[in-house]
């Protein structure tokens, strides 16, 4: 697969060719689906938490005697039946993790990042840095490219660049050895800095692959 190259300007300045092992393959949405689910899963705190009758604070004393009454015989004002009583079921911290092969997390994100250079949504810069943090300077980049609601990959963190689309609102910038299926689903564009689309097809193809390079 060959992809056009791009400058901080829009305009082409080489061509490399990416491996179709990686970029080109056929999407699983099957995989994709269940991915998904796994994610949003793990996203949960499980934090959620409410107070069962033994929890509730007072309601030592028994309300009125067992018999003799005529009412129903009740053994404490925190029962669930009562205002101020405990909850019946209610939630307690758990944890939501759910976990997925190593095999089907590859194939997710293999399938993420196929479906965006099949739909021509994935572009690649040939650089992307900053000498101060400046706003207005990654929003004229990303005006240039033509990028919408841009998922930024870097090969490295770079304060400058970070602290530069801080405040873009849609725009999120993240690490190739970190990316996932879902940044990549989520994202209307993928915008790669050269070197980190290298770096991640040398992930995924388990070596020190270099891309080959046609300039023009």
Known sequence: MKIDVLNIKGEKVEQITLNDEIFGITPNEDVLAQYLRVYMHNQRQGTASAKDRGEVSGGGKKPWKQ???????????RSPLWRHGGVTHGPKPKSWNLDLPKKVRRL?????LSSKFATNTAIVLDTLSF????????????????AVKPLVVLNKSDVNTLKSGANIKNLKITQASVLNAYDVLNAKTLVF??????????????????SKDENK
């Open 193 to 210: 800095v050269k070197d980190a689309i290298l770096d991640l097809q040398a992930k995924y193809l388990g070596k020190n692959v270099e």
């Open 131 to 146: 000498d101060t943090p400046k706003t207005k300077a990654m929003v004229e980049v990303m005006n240039n490219i033509k």
């Open 108 to 112: 997710a994100t293999l399938s993420a």
């Open 67 to 77: 018999k003799g009454t005529g009412r129903a015989r009740v053994g404490s004002t």
